[in-house]
């Protein structure tokens, strides 16, 4: 079945240990998002990517990165995680823009 | 700045019983409309979209469109324990390029069995 993966499920990291959550898609899309969301509160964009294009939320902070290698493929590289980015990390991705999006199981990150 | 707002709930439903969710959005010119529902501990799942004013149905549950009331709300019939979770509105709005979507807080519904 086409569908979106993420690894891990769950992260537990160390306050300010570089950490990379990883998302695959099999559905062929050509956009990929990165959404965070924290309990009881809506995802929060971060960024996402049209095919190569990069595309930065203002209010997304500078330790967050993202890289997309190919059309399958993106990383979500946070630099110095803090006790806030513990949160609920979402990928999705979309056929083209406005079209729906499909999200993965999320990766649950915890900091210590 | 775009909103998209919902009763944050929870709303409670009778089994069997209809559950009508609603959701407002600030941005006039916006173009897609999407529910999701979310278990808890769980990613959103899509259950409807809808682009143009009036009703889409889709088994058990009908998005209705109302772009002139900036108003969209999901209808879940026949209404089942399992339907209890988290229903986020999510909104796509006019600007252009690959940007994403809008999503409201949610509201949280249960169904009593």
């Known amino acids: 079945d086409a569908m979106v993966i993420q690894n891990p499920r769950y992260q537990v990291t160390q306050f300010g240990k570089p950490v990379t959550l990883s998302c695959s898609q099999t559905?062929?899309?050509?956009?990929m998002y990165w959404y965070q969301q924290k309990s009881s509160q809506a995802p929060k964009l971060l960024f996402h990517y049209y095919d190569k294009d990069f595309n930065n939320e203002a209010d997304t902070p500078d330790n967050f990165q993202s890289r997309r290698p190919n059309t399958s493929f993106c990383f979500l590289d946070i630099r110095s995680p803090g006790l806030g980015d513990a949160a609920m990390y979402l990928c999705a991705t979309s056929r083209s823009t406005g079209e729906a999006q499909y999200f993965g199981p999320g990766t649950r990150l915890l900091v210590l | 700045q775009k909103e998209v707002e919902q009763n944050s709930g929870p709303l409670s439903v009778p089994e069997g019983a209809i559950a009508s969710l609603n959701c407002t959005y600030s941005d006039r010119g916006s173009q897609s409309f999407f529910w999701y529902r979310q278990y808890s501990g769980k990613s959103p799942e899509l259950i409807m979209f809808i682009y143009s004013n009036g009703d889409k149905e889709d088994g058990r549950f009908t998005a209705q469109l109302n772009k002139a009331s900036q108003y969209v709300s999901l209808l879940i019939r026949d209404s089942q324990p399992s339907d209890s979770a988290t229903y986020l509105c999510?909104?796509?709005?006019?600007?252009?390029?690959?940007?994403?979507?809008?999503f409201g807080k949610g509201t949280h519904l249960i169904i009593q069995p």
């Open positions: 559905l062929n899309h050509n956009v």
């Open positions: 999510a909104v796509k709005g006019s600007g252009g390029g690959a940007d994403g979507l809008t």
